[in-house]
C-alpha cells in the first residue's frame, strides 16, 4: 500500500464523505438553507399569481434544489470541524487537504443528487415528461460537482465561526438565484441581466433542465454543457488551492 | 542510526512573536521522550509542527527520515497522535470513529475491526462502544482518542499532556498502557505538565523555556547537573564525630540532624565510598543511606527560571 498513491487518498477520500454524511446531513442550517430554503421560496413564486407554465417552474425548482442544497454541506463542515477541533485530528492523519477537500465534495454531491431526485420524481408525477434524460443526468451530475466546489470555495476563509460562512453564503446564493433564469425566463431578462446571468454556472444548468423537460432552450446545449465543465474545473482547481493555504490558519 | 524524530532548528513566529526559535532534537528509537516547559514555552505550538499540522516558518523535521513538509501522508501514516484536547467526533459513536480511522490509515476492515476490539476492551469502553462520544465522561473520551492513535499499531505516539484533568483510574490506566506500548517498542514523544509522570516514565527529558531548548538529558542526569554540591543523608547505629566525617574524602561538610548526618559533597561517587569505609573501619553500620538530588520539579523550576510557589 502506497499511503500517499492515488487510488489511497481517494479511498480515505470516501471515508471521509462517509463521515460527512453520518454527521451534517442532519444538522439545522443544512436542512433550512438546503431543503426548506429552496422550497419556500418556489411556493412563494409559484402561488404569487405570476402566469408561468408548471414546466417552467419545475425546472426552476430542480435547479434551485440542486443549487441550494449542493452549496448546503461544503460550507459549514470546515468551520465546523475547526470549532470542534476535529481538523486537527485530520490533519495529524495520513490524508491529503485535497483529500479532505475532495471527500467534504463528494458528501455535498451526494446530498444535493438525492434530494434534487425527490424533486425529479415530484416532476415526473405531476406529469411532467422526461424528454432527454441522458442530458439531465449528465447535466444534474455535473452541476453537483460544481455547486459543491462553489460551497468549498465560500469555505475557504479561515473562519471556524459557521453563522459567518453561512452568511456569506446566503449573500452569494440569491442574488445568483435571480439572475440565473429561474424565475425570471432568460428570453424576458434585460440586457444587462443576461450580462450577469452569463456569469452564473446556474444558468447553464437551469437551461439544461428545460431542454430535458422542453426540448426548449437558450443557449446550444453544447455550450451550457462546455461552460458547466469550466465553472467546475475553475472552482474545484481554486478551492483546492485556496484550502491548501488557509487550512494551517484554522489550527 | 538515525533519531526517529529528527527536529532542526525548528522556528514558528506568531506575529512579531517568536513562539519557537531554532529548536533542534533528536528522539532515538524505543525511547520514551519527554518534552517539558511552563505554560506558553511552545510546547503544544513544536508538537504541531512535528505532526505537521502547522507549518513551521523555518527548520525541519524528519520522521522515520520522511521530510514532513515534503513527505507528509508517509510521515504521518507512522505515527499516531493523542492531542491534549478530545477531538474525537462526538456526534459519532466510539465504534464509528475508530472504524473512520481505520479507513484513514487505509486499515483492511478485518484488522480495523480486530483491534478495535482490543483496544475498547483493554480500555474498558467495549460495553460503551455503540453510545454517542458526547455522552463520555472526559476520562473516557481520552480513552477513545488513545485508541484511535493506536489503531494502526504506530511506532511512535504524540501525546500531549494525556493525562490532563483525568480521574485516577483513567490516568493509570492510560499511564500503563504507555509502559506497555514502550516495552513492545513504541517510541514515545509525550508533552507534560506532570514532573513525577516525567521523572517516572521518561528516558530523556526536553525542557523548552521561552521557545528554547535549555535542557535535554536523563530525568536523573539533569538532577544531579543543577546542584554542583551534592547531598547525601546518612545515619549509623552508633555515635560517630562530625569532625571525622568532614574530613573523609570527598565531603565538605557534615551536620547533625535527629539521628542523621546531613553531608554535603563535591562529587557524590566519593562521599559514598568514603562513608562506607568509615563505617566499615569504624565498626559503625550505616542503617540509612539516601542521596538527596533534587526532584525534577526543581530541575524544571530552576532551568525555567521559575520560582517555587
Known amino acids: ?32 438553507f438546503g431543503i426548506f430554503m429552496p422550497v419556500f421560496l418556489f411556493l412563494a413564486f409559484f402561488m404569487g399569481g405570476r402566469q408561468l407554465p408548471l414546466a417552467f417552474l419545475l425546472s426552476g425548482l430542480m435547479g434551485m434544489t440542486l443549487f441550494f442544497t449542493s452549496t448546503a454541506v461544503s460550507p459549514a463542515i470546515f468551520p465546523w470541524e475547526g470549532q470542534a477541533k476535529t481538523l486537527e485530528r485530520l490533519a495529524a492523519c495520513p490524508i491529503t487537504i485535497e483529500a479532505i477537500v475532495l471527500g467534504d465534495m463528494i458528501a455535498s454531491i451526494l446530498f444535493g443528487i438525492g434530494v434534487t431526485a425527490v424533486t425529479l420524481l415530484i416532476a415526473l408525477a405531476l406529469g411532467l415528461p422526461l424528454l432527454h434524460g441522458i442530458a439531465l443526468g449528465s447535466a444534474v451530475l455535473l452541476a453537483a460537482v460544481c455547486f459543491s466546489a462553489i460551497g468549498m470555495l465560500l469555505a475557504a476563509p479561515p473562519t471556524n465561526v459557521p453563522s459567518n460562512i453561512m452568511m456569506l453564503s446566503s449573500l452569494l446564493k440569491f442574488p445568483l438565484v435571480f439572475i440565473s433564469g429561474i424565475f425570471v425566463p432568460l428570453e424576458q431578462m434585460p440586457e444587462w441581466g443576461l450580462y450577469l446571468a452569463v456569469c452564473s454556472p446556474l444558468t447553464y444548468f437551469t ?28 472552482f474545484t482547481a481554486a478551492t483546492m488551492h485556496l484550502h491548501r493555504r488557509s487550512m494551517p490558519r484554522r489550527m | 542510526m538515525p533519531g526517529v524524530i529528527e527536529a532542526r532548528d525548528l522556528t514558528k513566529t506568531f506575529g512579531a512573536v517568536t513562539a519557537v526559535d531554532h529548536v533542534s532534537f533528536e528522539v532515538r528509537e524505543g525511547e520514551i521522550f519527554g518534552f517539558l516547559g511552563p505554560n506558553g514555552a511552545g510546547k503544544t505550538t513544536t508538537t504541531r509542527m512535528l505532526t505537521g499540522v502547522v507549518p513551521m516558518d523555518g527548520g525541519s523535521v524528519r520522521i522515520f527520515g520522511h521530510d514532513i513538509r515534503k513527505e507528509p501522508v508517509d510521515a504521518k501514516q507512522r505515527f499516531g497522535v493523542v492531542p491534549e484536547t478530545s477531538n474525537a467526533y462526538v456526534d459519532l459513536t466510539a465504534w464509528q470513529n475508530l472504524m473512520l480511522m481505520g479507513e484513514l490509515y487505509g486499515l483492511e476492515r478485518d484488522r480495523a475491526d480486530r483491534r478495535s476490539r482490543d483496544l475498547l476492551e483493554t480500555l474498558g469502553l467495549y460495553e460503551r462502544r455503540d453510545q454517542k462520544v458526547q455522552g463520555y465522561s472526559k476520562g473516557m473520551k481520552q480513552r477513545l482518542i488513545l485508541a484511535m492513535a493506536l489503531l494502526h499499531e504506530p511506532e511512535l505516539l504524540f501525546l500531549d499532556e494525556p493525562t490532563s484533568g483525568l480521574d485516577v483510574q483513567s490516568t493509570q490506566m492510560i499511564l500503563a498502557m504507555l509502559r506497555a506500548l514502550n516495552a513492545d517498542g513504541t517510541t514515545i514523544f509525550l508533552t507534560t505538565h506532570n514532573m513525577e509522570e516525567a521523572n517516572r516514565l521518561c528516558d530523556r527529558v526536553g525542557i523548552i523555556r521561552g521557545g528554547r531548548i535549555v535542557a535535554i538529558d536523563a530525568p536523573e542526569r539533569l538532577k544531579t ?45 566519593t562521599a559514598i565510598r568514603s562513608l562506607v569505609a568509615f563505617s566499615r573501619d569504624r565498626g559503625a553500620a550505616i542503617l540509612t543511606l539516601n542521596t538527596l538530588a533534587p526532584s525534577l520539579d526543581e530541575v524544571f523550576l530552576r532551568l525555567t527560571g521559575e520560582e517555587r510557589p
Not at chain 2, 546518612?234 to 574524602?249: I, K, P, Q
Open chain 2, 225 to 269: 547537573a543543577i546542584d554542583r554540591v551534592h547531598r547525601i543523608e546518612v545515619s549509623f547505629d552508633g555515635e560517630v564525630s562530625g569532625d571525622l566525617l568532614s574530613g573523609l574524602a570527598g565531603i565538605t561538610g557534615a551536620a547533625r540532624t535527629g539521628d542523621k548526618w546531613q553531608i554535603t559533597a563535591e562529587n557524590q561517587d
Open chain 1, 1 to 32: 500500500m502506497n499511503p500517499a498513491g492515488t487510488s489511497e487518498q481517494v479511498r480515505r477520500a470516501w471515508a471521509i464523505a462517509k463521515k460527512d454524511i453520518r454527521i451534517y446531513y442532519s444538522k439545522g442550517p443544512v436542512l433550512i
Open chain 1, 207 to 234: 437551461d439544461l433542465v428545460r431542454y430535458s423537460f422542453t426540448g426548449a432552450h437558450y443557449f446550444p446545449v453544447p455550450l451550457d454543457i462546455a461552460a458547466l465543465c469550466l465553472f467546475t474545473l475553475v
